[in-house]
C-alpha cells in the first residue's frame, strides 16, 4: 500500500509554496480532503495551545482548544455548504506520547463539528510498515495530494506532490480501506485518552 510515496518521489515543495499549493487547491471545487497522521510528535508552528501544552501549561493548552471552537465550526460549517468531507485516519503507537495526548483533545473538537476521524492501533498495520512507516498524506479531492515533510526538528518543512490520477485514485481507495478499519475517535477517546493524567512534557 502507499508504493508511490517510497523512494522521496514526487515533485518537492518548501513549507511556503506547499502551503500556497495547499490553499489554491482547497479553495476550489472538492468534494473530500482525506488525511493520515502517521507520526507521534511533531512541534506545531503557529498554535498557542500547543505553545502552552509545550511549556507545560496543560490547563491552559485546554482551554485555548476551546477558545477556536467558533472558527473551527464556521470552518466545518463552510465546507459542508460546499459538500466537501473532511476524514482523517490518526494512526496511534502506546503509550500514547504527550504530544499525541494533547492532539487528541485538539481532535476531539474538531470530530464535534464535523471531521470524520478514525484511530489505527499501529500494531494493526505492522504488515504495511515492514520497509518504512506509511507517509504523512494529505488528499484534496481527484486533484492533488501530498506527503508531508518534517525537518530535523519535527517542524513541518513542506511537501512531496503528487497529481498523477491514478495515482491519487490508489491512495484513495487504499486511505478508504484503513479509514473503514479503524475505531470511532470518540470511543477511542473515552477509553484511552480520558482517563489519562496531565502529561508530563519536561
Known sequence: MFDCFHNGAG??????????????????????????????TFKEQGSPSWDAFASGDWAGALRLIESERDSISAYFQDAARRGMAFRRVRIVEFPVTPYLQWEMHFLRLRSELGEEIRVTDAR????LEREEPLPEVVVLGNSVMYAVIYDEELKGAGARRFVEPEQIATTLAEFESLYRKGEDFSDFFEREIAPLEPPNVH
Do not use: C
Request: proline letters at 3%; glycine letters at 12%.
Open 11 to 40: 515533485e518537492v515543495l518548501s513549507r511556503p509554496d506547499y502551503l500556497e499549493d495547499f490553499s489554491r487547491i482547497h479553495g476550489g471545487d472538492i468534494g473530500l480532503l482525506a488525511k493520515i497522521e502517521r507520526g507521534q
Open 124 to 127: 494493526e498495520i505492522a504488515d
